[in-house]
């Protein structure tokens, strides 16, 4: 659990995963509501779509890493949990020109050695506040904006997906439940910003 700056009507949506399929529906729906958010890429999916990786960042919105191959980095040695966090950041480097200076573990695992190593290259580890579990099944656009809701105060870290390796998740859910969450933060006056700022990182 997570959170950024609560003394500011502000918020930092977050997105996992990508870039796929939705990426760029969000983007649009972040774009109307003047909203900025922070993407955190796996480094596998940004060389397969670089477009969509880089319409992220074209489109003013923040970009964190999140791994190559999203492995559970309890389940693995530490050195191969080092290897996919590193490697993840270095691929989205050679996409975009740049290595995010954010890092969040796949799953939200962060092991010590993850954790030591970003430290060392100056890297924020990143973890959420609020999420709306937009993976599961049964998931649509009012049940994802509900959960949020739920946990959603000034200073929250959202946690949602514009992509999802494991298991496609069904498009309607995550840009209905986004579209929603927006309109919500709206109607409460909160503002959606990047997770440096809402962070002071």
Not at 63 to 72: A, E, I, T
Not at 91 to 102: C, M, N, Q, S, Y
Request: glycine fraction near 8%.
């Amino acid at each position: 659990m997570q959170r950024g700056n609560g003394t500011r009507r502000q918020v930092a949506l977050t997105f996992d995963d990508g870039p796929g399929r939705s990426t760029r529906a969000v983007l649009d729906l972040l774009d109307r509501h003047d909203a900025r958010a922070t993407f955190f890429m796996v480094g596998s999916e940004a060389l397969r779509d670089p477009e969509t990786a880089r319409a992220v960042v074209a489109a003013g919105q923040e970009v964190g890493s999140h791994s190559m191959h999203h492995l559970d980095h309890e389940a693995v040695s530490d050195e191969e949990a080092v290897a996919d966090m590193v490697e993840g950041a270095e691929a989205i480097a050679k996409v975009l020109g740049f290595e995010p200076p954010l890092y969040r573990a796949p799953y939200g695992r962060f092991i010590p050695a993850t954790v030591a190593e970003a430290r060392r290259r100056g890297w924020v580890c990143v973890h959420w506040s609020a999420l709306g579990e937009d993976w599961l099944p049964e998931a649509t656009p009012r049940s994802v904006c509900d959960l949020v809701t739920r946990d959603l105060e000034p200073g929250a870290i959202v946690l949602l997906h514009d992509s999802r390796r494991e298991k496609p998740m069904r498009a309607e859910a995550v840009e209905g439940g986004t579209a929603l969450l927006l309109e919500e933060l709206e109607r409460r006056g909160l503002r959606s910003i990047g997770v440096r700022a809402i962070l002071g990182a």
